[in-house]
């Protein structure tokens, strides 16, 4: 489908669509707090608010099993104030975010053991952008859109695989054969969301508070027009998105904003998610692998004798002349 003409309004008007990591696994291993972490994420919502009347915010909680709108400030309720105070986004946002809260952790009891304790990234990536592109359809003119990532889980196996695919194809149409495997719709999913929102010209901003940096998110800012940052002093979370990320698209080219710096465009493999400079792809699903396996562990495909071990096993039978 084809994006739907641009009818914007002047060039500081924002529409930010923010993904909050939700994930309890994350949280309760964390430095910063859940509770401290969304005292900075609501000072920020309220800021932007307040840098111009049209600006509007959409807040979607990124779960471990699901994902679902939780804040919207077009909504009159969401725009008015109390005495002078914070607006009454505060309570309905908290509302709606603990009933998430409460689904998710539902739907985590159905859930084998074993599975990495990453988010749904790739369902609220596909919520934002179905989101932002109502708003393109709606009305007779809009803000300007951009996706804010605020992520600490780590990478999950599927995003993995789309360091490879992104690095090879860069903007290319891909076809797969899939079977009926979860994994493969899910990052499926998210090479969707990215192209899609390079195609729309939404940028994909990310802000990681994890442990270790997020490969997966660098390269979707990265191809996407976006900033990534990884914050050094949670305590100062605020002051990094306000001065990193509080800005309109217009004003960032008068700013000098954190570079893509060290982005590592180079594959991890599926099985011990190392990174690698050469290795071996499952030609149905495209998983990766640092060596060569008889059998893929995704989509359950035979492999064939790597090639090494074939001109191996010839240089056995070949005999050496003699001098």
Not at 35 to 56: E, G, K, P, R
Request: net charge neutral; hydrophobic share 40%; with cysteine.
């Amino acid at each position: 489908m084809a994006p739907a003409p641009s009818k914007l309004y002047a060039d500081d008007v924002s529409l930010v669509v923010v993904l909050l990591d939700t994930n309890p696994f994350f949280w309760s291993s964390s430095s910063l707090s859940f509770s401290q972490f969304l005292s900075h994420v609501l000072a920020f919502f309220n800021a932007i608010l307040t840098l111009n009347q049209l600006n509007q915010v959409v807040v979607i909680a990124t779960g471990y099993n699901s994902c679902d709108y939780i804040f919207d400030s077009s909504s009159d309720l969401n725009r008015s104030f109390e005495n002078g105070r914070m607006p009454v986004m505060c309570s309905s946002l908290l509302q709606k975010l603990e009933e998430f809260l409460i689904k998710d952790e539902q739907f985590s009891k159905e859930e084998p053991d074993g599975r990495i304790k990453s988010s749904l990234l790739s369902g609220s990536l596909s919520m934002a952008l179905c989101y932002i592109q109502r708003v393109f359809r709606s009305g007779a003119l809009h803000p300007h859109p951009r996706i804010l990532c605020l992520q600490g889980s780590p990478d999950g196996p599927e995003q993995y695989v789309i360091f490879y695919i992104l690095c090879c194809l860069h903007f290319s149409v891909l076809t797969l054969d899939l079977k009926k495997d979860f994994l493969l719709f899910r990052y499926v999913a998210i090479m969707n969301a990215i192209f899609s929102a390079q195609h729309s010209l939404v940028p994909i901003d990310s802000c990681y508070i994890g442990a270790q940096n997020s490969a997966f998110l660098q390269q979707a800012s990265y191809i996407t027009g976006g900033v990534h940052h990884k914050p050094q002093n949670l305590d100062g979370l605020f002051q990094y998105l306000m001065t990193i990320f509080a800005t309109d698209l217009h004003s960032r080219s008068f700013l000098n904003l954190p570079k893509p710096v060290g982005v590592d465009f180079r594959a991890s493999c599926f099985c011990h998610k190392d990174t690698i400079d050469m290795g071996y792809i499952c030609s149905v699903c495209l998983s990766i692998f640092c060596k060569h396996h008889k059998k893929c562990s995704t989509c359950g495909s035979v492999f064939g004798q790597a090639q090494s071990e074939v001109a191996s096993a010839s240089d056995k039978k070949r005999k050496t002349p003699e001098t």
